[in-house]
Antibody, heavy 118, light 106 residues
Framework: QVQLVQSGAEVKKPGASVKVSCKTSGFTFISYGFTWVRQAPGQGLEWVAWISANNGDTHSALTLRDRVTLTTDSSTSTAYLEMRGLRTDDTAVYFC???????????WGQGTLVTVSS | DIQMTQSPSSLSASIGDRVTITCRASQGFSDYLAWFQQKPGKAPRLLIYAASTLQSGVPSRFSGTGSGTDFTLTITTLQPEDVATYYCQKYDGVPLTFGGGTTVEI
């Protein structure tokens, strides 16, 4: 069955970097794109970025573009989100989700809590 | 970028009630509109896509309508397990913008 399993919670200091992984199984990894969505405590869902596992194309939210890097590793069917220059307002649960072409986000990871605090 | 505005931001209803949530886009787009349900501490769950297509396994009391700029999610007979926050999202190209969410309480 389709599964997306994310790495564990992280605690970082302001200015640090974090890399969250999303290991997938149960489908052909390179046939899909992957989207990252975050949710600050008590807030709504915010789209962060998208990557194509087929050709590596990426798109990021304008406000995060300078600090976010998306990568994939097809040998392990894993997608990665790296965020640099962390700020306290980056504290959130980060979700990965599978994004088929012209289709909605159909399968989601369990979420990774990233806490940024001095 | 297209903005998505949901209303109301929260509502309280009784078991068995009909519940309607609205999502309005700042400009028209295709019917690449999805609705998600999120319960506390959980990932969102896809309910409806292409504005009106029910995702496999989702109860038939959920339905979606709309096109252009105005979309609606309806729960025909509210059940206790429907207590959650509901989000709309456009998914035709980037950014994949979400609405602000509607919290449904009993």
């Amino acid at each position: 069955q389709v599964q997306l399993v994310q790495s564990g919670a992280e605690v970082k200091k302001p200015g640090a970097s974090v890399k969250v992984s999303c290991k997938t199984s149960g489908f052909t990894f390179i046939s899909y794109g992957f989207t990252w969505v975050r949710q600050a405590p008590g807030q709504g869902l915010e789209w962060v970025a998208w990557i194509s596992a087929n050709n590596g194309d990426t798109h990021s939210a304008l406000t995060l573009r300078d600090r976010v890097t998306l990568t994939t590793d097809s040998s392990t069917s894993t997608a990665y989100l790296e965020m640099r220059g962390l700020r306290t307002d980056d504290t959130a649960v980060y979700f990965c989700a599978r994004k088929p072409t012209s289709q909605p986000l159909d399968y989601w990871g369990q979420g990774t809590l990233v806490t940024v605090s001095s | 970028d297209i903005q998505m505005t949901q209303s109301p931001s929260s509502l309280s209803a009784s078991i068995g009630d009909r519940v309607t949530i609205t999502c309005r886009a700042s400009q028209g787009f295709s019917d690449y509109l999805a609705w998600f349900q999120q319960k506390p501490g959980k990932a969102p769950r896809l309910l409806i896509y292409a504005a009106s297509t029910l995702q496999s396994g989702v109860p038939s009391r959920f339905s979606g309508t709309g096109s252009g700029t105005d979309f609606t999610l309806t729960i025909t007979t509210l059940q206790p397990e429907d207590v959650a926050t509901y989000y709309c999202q456009k998914y035709d190209g980037v950014p994949l913008t979400f609405g602000g969410g509607t919290t449904v309480e009993i």
